[in-house]
């Protein structure tokens, strides 16, 4: 009984503490800063200090240098995900709301903590600027509140020179991927780089794109929308297809468990593995084990689809932002979103931070790369070319940015059915009757139907 007291007790001081220090920043917000500027505050998560520089290099100098009479501070959290949503409870938190997601925002739109943007997106053009997929899912009851931050598409990494040492030729089409996966297996090569060390979510990166490419991109869009049970037979049988890779060792062979995504990336870097099944994010990782002139040698491709010739893209976002309803700058703001829905903020970005800030703006396929380098050019062009298929509707949705919350808990334990705890038909029926609910509360964001003609 003291044990639990004492618990209790702690956790009441460390709410107050942050409800204080969320307050405190309140307080220096609605002032001024030392230099005699009005401060507007945005947090955004813990990343490496190189990429935390370049964003401040980037966005922060480009506003503060615009103008005399606002400042835009940048505070990278490792927790910002839970620091966010008690800040916005207290009335207090940052003039800028990031959120990994579509999900967050909804629960901040729904206690009225965010800001209706529909009058920015007017004024800014973002309906017409932004892809449309990504632009329906920041909406609720067709109003926009946040916007997009980098575009995350799936693909195959592959290492060019290994690729010549065997005679390889980046696959186009699903009997080729195939092929050449055994042809890996039978050389004694991991066919996928892939594994989940320290990180579930990984099996969403891999999984998804098996089940889009072999079964159809309408799949979930079927089930997101109430078409169709997650649990039909497509989806079964695409899930036991994801199964049979994980059993012939397309997957890091017995490794699987044992690999984190940079190990992953590794494995490409060292020509142990033929291709690695990921989300363009994985740059990040690339930048981390090629290095000099060895990121010459990294390729990134589309993955085939089995019933379709076109190039087909699973589409995500890394984060999303809205602007704070407590806030006395929603102009500039607003000001700020717009920038970062530029060519000239993403190709900036981009250049120091590769993989992680390609926007979905259209206008950005006409944006010349010449000036462009090393992963930050390859980042740049390979999505450029898919925001020409997206737009044509050739896209699949992973289940990271438009599966709601309990429903991708559910769904990230597709694992257990690669190793034999469930069955593949019993997981689909666990997903479909999270999903099932939670289209029921409304808590799915709106999706755009793809195109699979």
């Known amino acids: 009984m003291k044990r639990r007291i004492c618990s209790v007790v702690l956790s009441l001081v460390l709410v107050i503490g942050m409800l204080t220090a969320c307050g405190g920043k309140e307080e220096e917000k609605a002032g001024t800063t030392s230099s005699g500027k009005k401060q507007i505050t945005m947090w955004f998560w813990g990343a490496a200090t190189d990429y935390q520089e370049t964003m401040k290099d980037v966005l922060y100098s480009w506003y503060n240098e615009s103008q005399d009479e606002y400042e835009l501070s940048i505070e990278f959290r490792n927790t910002v995900d839970t620091d966010i949503p008690v800040a916005l409870a207290a009335k207090n938190g940052p003039d800028i709301v990031y959120a990994s997601g579509p999900a967050y925002t909804s629960k901040y739109v729904a206690e009225g903590l965010v800001l209706n943007l529909d009058d920015y997106a007017e004024q800014y053009g973002w309906k017409d600027r932004v892809l449309t997929a990504m632009y329906d899912s920041l909406t ?82 079927d089930a997101l929308v109430g078409n169709e049970s997650f649990d039909n037979a497509d989806m079964v049988e695409a899930v036991e297809v994801s199964k049979e890779w994980y059993e012939k ?40 084990s090629f ?133 593949a038909e019993d997981f689909c029926k666990t997903v479909a009757a999270e999903l099932e609910t939670e289209i029921a509360n409304g808590a799915v964001c709106p999706v755009a139907e793809p195109k699979v003609e």
């Open 291 to 423: 290095t000099g002139d060895d990121v010459e040698k990294v390729g990134f491709s589309y993955m085939p689809t089995r019933n379709l010739d076109e190039a087909v893209y699973d589409i995500s976002l890394n984060c999303n932002f809205s602007i704070n309803a407590q806030t006395q700058y929603a102009d500039e703001c607003a000001k700020i979103l717009d920038y970062m829905l530029t060519p000239e903020f993403s190709a900036a970005m981009t250049e120091g931070w590769p993989g992680y800030w390609v926007t979905p703006i259209k206008e950005l396929v006409d944006y010349d790369t010449s000036s462009l380098t090393g992963l930050g050019k390859m980042s740049m062009e390979t999505v450029q070319e898919a925001i020409v298929q997206i737009d044509k509707g050739y896209f699949a949705f992973h289940p990271s940015t438009f599966f709601p919350a309990a429903t991708l808990t559910a769904y990230e334990d597709i694992d257990t059915v690669w190793q034999g705890v469930t069955t």
């Open 249 to 288: 060792g397309y997957f890091s062979g017995n490794d699987y468990v044992n690999l984190d995504s940079q190990e992953v990336i590794q494995l490409l870097a060292d020509e142990r593995c033929a291709m690695v099944m990921a989300p363009s994010l994985y740059t990040q990782f690339v930048a981390q």
């Open 140 to 221: 609720v009851d067709g109003s926009l509140y946040s916007t997009p931050g980098g575009l995350v598409i799936g693909g195959l990494y592959y290492n060019k020179d290994l690729f010549e040492k065997q005679g390889w030729e980046v696959p186009t089409t699903w009997d080729e991927m195939t092929a050449l996966l055994e042809e890996a297996n039978e050389a004694g090569i991991y066919p996928l780089g892939a594994g989940n060390k320290g990180w579930k979510p990984c099996n969403d990166h891999f999984s998804s794109q098996i089940i889009n490419h072999y079964a159809g991109a309408d799949l979930f869009y």
